[in-house]
């Protein structure tokens, strides 16, 4: 599957939030999308999936004009999971999960291929047990994991993932994410996942998109040609230090770059 | 109605043609973990959890019509409890009899007590399906038809059509039309407020109420102009009443409450994915905006439909899918249908309050729903400080 974005502005009123972004992602695997904060990374992802128009560009999945989809076929082939918010009124965890089988839908009850996909994305999330529970009685970090459930239910080519891991704490955090990267290089998906974690996007990622002010892509590459110390120190205006950890890039943070040195750079 | 067309339609691209995963039953194999007996469990756990939903419909369904033939009974004429069930099936089977004395009991039951009973039950019904409905797109708990003006909006527009007999269509129908016409001013309203920014639910709920008065005021104004027969079927009006229901203010109100339920009902499981946000709804195929006011439409006209003929009752639309929600859940599948029963229930026995309580005086239904709703809304209010509903 290869989403290409050419030349893509987006405003909000008149607050331009992407000058120009081009990206081409052609290959399935784990892609992170870094960036500080309010540099546009789920604004982007959020136009690639056409949940947002840009102003100006061009957008396509496999060479078709992302806006030339019906909301529909898009549901079957791009998944999204967005940063939780605790909904109104909860329904139970099996429900919500089940919702995300709504694209493919054939009939008005689930079909027993629905149960099997349903029941096999609350195991890949460890979340079987809470199956009968109402989402309202779930800590944030079960929360996030229903929701992430429920966008494997819907079996898109690409998964759309913002922040998948900020309410979880370590151990299901390097569960999450490993269990991504699993995904994307036995079903062939295209996992791109919006991270503020440096060190896990460096560890599991096949493919860094690295942002920066004023919404622009500073580098995208394997996390190797991403994470140098000179790239994090002029986006993130952080000192660093980047060491080898079995061929995979390691960030260690040393100090924040005084105002007077970011107004230096 | 396009847009109605593009709620309806699922236009039906193959998956290899737009490169989706095929969707068979080797995906995620891996990840199967076996047919446990955990899953047996789940599985066998969700259809009581199902179940018990149904039951709740049919308890209430049941009880509605237990309640009816007992509030038929109810009266200066003395009836049997099981005759009336007779008195009603002869009715429809044979039309009125000719023996004098059944004759009479025929009419008590058929012309004067029945109407009133069904037009309760329509209008609970519907009043509910609104409520949930509005609950539900809304997310805001303390939305219904009363609370976000839409019922004074259309008992304003019926009053117009009475007092001023300006109506766009004849008689009956333009007072429906009318209403539905200004109901939809209201509504018009929630969908500006609801797209706003930083908008909190209460405060979506206070324009409402601001709306509410407005219109209120309007119809007060208009009793100016008035002649004094309309002047009291307006007072009956604004309180919200069941007094004087003819068989003639049934099949209206029956075929547009019935009509839009069931369009109500094909869109359940697509409100269901509201839950999580518009945004969420959109990536899995669902137009948010457009749902919601199809919706909003909808339970519009089912508001304006029933209060064209028994003016505003408030808080039923409130307080039933409450109440159900508690006992079933926020699946809209189930709890449009399940707030729907109750509701009927509920709005029945107000009515029935309202007249055992002071007799002979008579208390507007209106009264009596609003003393059980009033102190449900105040809580809501109270306690959405604490919780956060957006």
């Excluded at chain 1, 079903?187 to 493919?207: P, R």
């Excluded at chain 1, 980047?242 to 005084?258: M, S, Y």
């Excluded at chain 2, 005759?83 to 058929?110: S, T």
């Amino acid at each position: 599957m290869r989403i290409e974005l050419e030349s893509v502005d987006f405003s909000f009123g008149s607050e331009k939030v992407l000058h120009g972004v081009d990206l081409v992602i052609d290959r399935p695997g784990l892609i992170c999308i870094v960036g500080p904060n309010g540099v546009g990374k789920s604004t982007l992802v959020k136009c690639m999936m056409g949940l947002l128009k840009p102003s100006s560009g061009r957008i396509t999945i496999d060479g078709r004009n992302v806006s030339d989809f019906t909301l529909n076929d898009m549901a079957r082939i791009v998944g999204y999971v967005p940063v939780t918010s605790g909904g109104a009124f909860a329904m139970n965890v099996l429900d919500t999960v089940m919702l995300g089988r709504y694209p493919h839908r054939k009939t008005s009850g689930a079909s027993s291929l629905d149960w099997t996909i349903t029941k096999r994305a609350m195991n890949m999330m460890g979340i079987k047990d809470l199956a009968m529970k109402n989402t309202n009685e779930l800590s944030a970090g079960q929360h996030q994991k229903v929701a992430i459930a429920k966008g494997l239910a819907q079996t898109p080519r690409v998964l759309v993932l913002d922040e998948p891991t900020a309410n979880l704490d370590a151990r299901h955090q390097l569960q999450v994410t490993e269990l991504l990267r699993d995904i994307a290089r036995e079903i062939g998906m295209t996992v791109i996942m919006v991270s503020h974690d440096l060190n896990a996007s460096a560890k599991y990622a096949d493919e860094v998109v690295m942002m920066a002010r004023p919404g622009v892509i500073h580098r995208s590459g394997t996390p190797e040609e991403v994470f140098t110390e000179e790239d994090i120190r002029s986006v993130y205006g952080v000192e660093c230090r980047v060491i080898d950890d079995r061929g995979r890039p390691h960030i260690i943070l040393e100090r924040a770059l005084t105002d007077e040195e970011m107004v230096e750079q | 109605m396009s847009a109605m067309r593009g709620l309806f339609r699922s236009r039906a691209v193959p998956d290899e043609d737009i490169g989706a995963i095929a969707q068979d039953a080797s995906i995620y194999a891996r990840w199967d973990g076996g047919e446990t007996e955990q899953d047996a469990h789940i599985e066998q756990e969700y259809r009581g959890y199902i179940a018990r939903k149904i039951a709740f419909m049919i308890v209430f369904a049941v009880l509605s019509f237990i309640a009816g033939g007992l509030v038929i009974t109810y009266g200066d004429y003395p009836l049997d409890f099981f005759e009336v069930y007779g008195i009603i099936w002869d009715h429809i089977l044979h039309g009125p009899p000719e023996d004098p004395i059944e004759f009479l009991k025929d009419h008590v039951v058929w012309s004067l007590r029945l109407p009133r009973v069904l037009v309760a039950l329509i209008a609970g019904f519907g009043f509910a399906v609104a409520g949930a409905v509005m609950q539900s797109t809304l997310k805001n708990p303390m939305a219904d038809s009363y609370t976000t003006g839409v019922s004074s909006g259309a008992a304003f527009g019926a009053t117009v059509s009475i007092v001023a007999g300006f109506t766009l269509f004849g008689s009956g129908v333009g007072i429906l039309v009318n209403a539905f016409v200004f109901s939809l001013v209201p509504t018009f309203l929630i969908v500006v407020v609801s797209r706003m920014r930083n908008m909190s639910s209460t405060s979506m709920i206070l324009a409402g109420l601001a709306v509410m008065y407005i219109f209120n005021a309007l119809t007060s104004a208009l009793k100016l102009i008035a002649d004094p027969d309309a002047l009291a079927s307006l007072y009956r009006w604004q309180v919200g009443s069941l007094n004087n229901m003819l068989w003639a203010d049934v099949p209206v109100m029956l075929a547009v409450t019935a009509a839009g339920s069931i369009a109500i009902m094909f869109l359940s499981r697509r409100i269901n994915l509201l839950a999580s946000g518009d945004e969420s709804a959109k990536s899995l195929g669902v137009d948010a905006n457009r749902l919601r006011i199809v919706c909003l439409v909808t339970v519009s006209l089912i508001t304006a439909s029933i209060v064209s003929f028994t003016g505003t009752i408030g808080f039923v639309g409130l307080v039933s899918p409450h109440i159900a929600r508690i006992f079933i859940g926020s699946d809209n599948r189930y709890l449009i249908p399940a707030s729907a029963f109750f509701g009927a229930f509920l709005l029945l026995i107000s009515d029935f309050i309202g007249r055992a309580a002071f007799a002979p005086t008579v208390l507007e239904v209106g009264v009596v729903t609003a003393f059980i709703g009033g102190p449900l809304f105040l809580y809501l209010i109270i306690r959405q400080r604490k919780e956060v509903w957006t």
